[in-house]
């Protein structure tokens, strides 16, 4: 049995992420999941790391809590999901800590590397799509929503993680995807489509 593809969505908040996970893992019938929160332990960490209350989160402990959900969420979820021939769809990857805890909080990006590569057991996804929309668009979309603690940042933040995406996509253009988020859900997701197809065979 062949196993099955490990693809991982990125982008800020509000850049669509969620929708295409949903309809790429309708298309390819995969298994959808998401980080933080894939699995029961997942989210109990999940609701830590999204509380806005939870103002004296220190940078490494929140690194270390996101390594702890990716953990568990390869041992039990993706990994058996994989080895059954399944694809796994996932809204936010190991990538995610690179970008937000590593550019956005300006922690040690070799470190962290080596924290989340032993995490994950060398499982990195096969395919990274990031969904790029401009800053002044997102801050529009997260109007309209309650905002948990991650979107609350500021600007600085956000162009730190919006930096360090593009650096990771253009030192491995492979494994990386830039897709331009601004076209409408439904010709957005046969261009997403195509692109997989293209790049897996899927």
Known sequence: ???????????????????????????????????????????????????????NLSPRAEALLMASDRAQHIAELISPALSSGQHVVTDRSVYSSLAYQGYGRE????????????????????????IEVPTAILIERLKKRELDRFEREDADFFKRVADGFLQMAAADPKRWLIIDG???KDDLEKIISARVQERLGI
């Open 107 to 130: 922690q040690d990006l070799t470190e962290l590397k080596r924290i989340n590569d032993w995490a994950i057991g060398g499982l990195w996804p096969e395919l990274v799509i990031y």
């Open 1 to 55: 049995m062949s196993l099955g593809k490990y693809i991982a969505f990125e982008g800020l908040e509000g850049c669509g992420k969620s929708t295409h996970v949903k309809r790429l893992a309708t298309r390819l019938n995969a298994v959808m999941t998401r980080e933080p929160g894939g699995t029961v332990v997942g989210s109990m960490l999940r609701n830590i790391l999204i509380d806005p209350a939870n103002t």
């Open 182 to 184: 601004t076209p409408d």
